[in-house]
């Protein structure tokens, strides 16, 4: 990789840096026709395109017991591996749990804010060139610590679907387990077939078929948002360690052969260092070509900044899935930095641990999604509902607040709605006083 400055980028190279693409567009007519036939033709249409594109013929599409019987068949040592992966992401994401709340107030009003979980979610686990066991507990995990009822996994088909992955998406807590995959798989769960119950929403990882998948039933199932490739963007100084930070560029890159990895470097012989260790680093890996593909992107390099303000301000725009900051004030530089899906402090926080094992979640928003939006996380499979409560005087304390601002906007049933209330009441106080008067 070739050094290059963050002061000289031009329009064009900036353009590749923060304008990155999920590649969605370019199946999307495709992914469309796909979608339609699993809506109209259901199981008939998956098997179909499961022959097509996975070269599997599928029997039964679900495989609940399959995955329960992984679990039980794989090695003691990978067991326990999941266990404990998933024992921390269960205790970061019960953190994330919202609290019900109530409250009045001196003038009449009593105002709250409660949390349910959505009933039934669908949890995309992706297979295909790699196992990823780790997106089953990212996935599934969240959903379960939130309360959903029914939580379904869909992952791609094989003659024997990964062990490993299968087990993982029994010890999360999914409820039921499909063996389909890529866009027909968004379409099987987003509309339901005779084997496949529709959900509520879809969420999980995918490649761009299944991104784009997301993006065509949005409207009528939720998702949780587009991710596309993974990236990653690391601030260093002259403290860094060029391998430690090569690593995590290389390790990015071994996901997809569209992933973007960068690094942002204050110190010139640092960032010379990180560009020789990702070339000796990528020779005669089993991912190679994967690797070298993303490196050569446009959305890929290794920058030097004349100063940390500059490296942040790049890392700000372009808005990373995985920030690593390997700087010596890390706090300082984290506190100027708002738009990161994920940030990992120091030089012994590998982006791996938080995509396996520490207990953040890694399914994160990409192409600067970042600026917008956070991680998958126990909120996405709630729903909130504000609730209210008002005693006369609280009404009749906001009454001419009300009764200027819907006339103003020529809403006169909206006003009547409460005059007819303060009548009633003051009939009743009329009454009341005659009464008394007697």
């Known amino acids: 990789m070739n050094v290059e400055s963050v002061s000289d980028l031009g329009p064009e190279r900036r353009r590749a840096l923060f304008e990155r693409d999920a590649g969605i567009e370019a199946v999307r007519s495709d992914v469309r026709g796909i979608v339609e036939r699993v809506r109209e033709e259901g199981d008939v249409a998956v098997r179909e395109f499961s022959k097509e594109f996975d070269g599997v013929d599928v029997g039964n599409l679900e495989v609940t017991d399959a995955a329960e019987r992984a679990y039980e068949s794989i090695d003691a040592g990978t067991r326990e591996a999941i266990e404990t992966a998933a024992d921390n992401v269960r205790e970061f994401h019960e953190r994330q749990l919202p609290t019900d709340w109530r409250e009045e107030f001196d003038d009449g009003r009593e105002l709250g804010r409660r949390f349910r979980p959505i009933e039934r979610v669908g949890v995309y686990v992706p297979g295909g060139a790699a196992a990823y066991p780790s997106s089953a507990l990212m996935g599934v995990i969240p959903a379960t610590v939130a309360g959903v009822e029914t939580v379904c996994v869909a992952t791609p088909p094989a003659d024997e679907i990964n062990p490993v992955t ?56 939720e998702i949780d948002f587009l991710a596309g490739p993974s990236e990653i963007l690391v601030l260093a100084d002259g403290t860094a360690d060029p391998e430690f930070v090569a690593s995590d560029l290389l390790a990015q890159a071994e996901h997809d052969e569209n992933a973007s990895v960068v690094a942002v470097a204050t110190d010139e012989g640092v960032a010379e260092a990180i560009a020789e260790a990702v070339e000796e680093g990528a020779t005669e890996r089993e991912r190679e070509g994967t690797i070298r ?58 982006v791996a641990a938080g995509d396996y094992a520490s207990g953040t979640n890694h399914v994160l928003p990409t192409n600067g999604l970042a600026k917008l939006t956070g991680g998958l996380s126990v ?18 304390s906001l009454s001419d607040t009300i009764d200027t601002l819907t006339r103003a906007e020529g809403l006169e049933a909206h006003a009547e709605s409460v005059a007819v209330r303060l009548r009633e009441r003051a009939g009743r106080e009329d009454d009341g006083e005659r009464l008394r008067e007697r």
């Open 166 to 221: 299968l087990a993982a998406i029994h010890a999360a807590g999914a409820d039921e387990v499909y063996s389909v995959g890529g866009a027909q798989a968004i379409g099987a769960l987003a509309y339901g077939t005779e084997s496949v119950t529709g959900v509520q929403k879809v969420v999980g990882p995918g490649n761009r078929w299944v991104t784009a998948a997301k993006a065509e039933v949005r409207g009528d199932c």
């Open 293 to 350: 593909a993303a490196l050569e992107s446009d959305a890929s390099g290794v920058f030097t900044a004349r100063s940390m303000s500059e490296a942040i301000a790049l890392a700000e725009e372009y808005a990373a899935e995985h920030l690593s900051i390997q700087a010596e004030d890390d706090e300082a530089i984290l506190d100027r930095v708002s738009s990161a899906g994920s940030v990992f402090l120091g030089p012994h926080t590998p």
């Open 379 to 396: 909120e996405h499979f709630m729903r909130a509902s504000t609730v209210q409560r008002l005693s006369p005087e609280g009404l009749d």
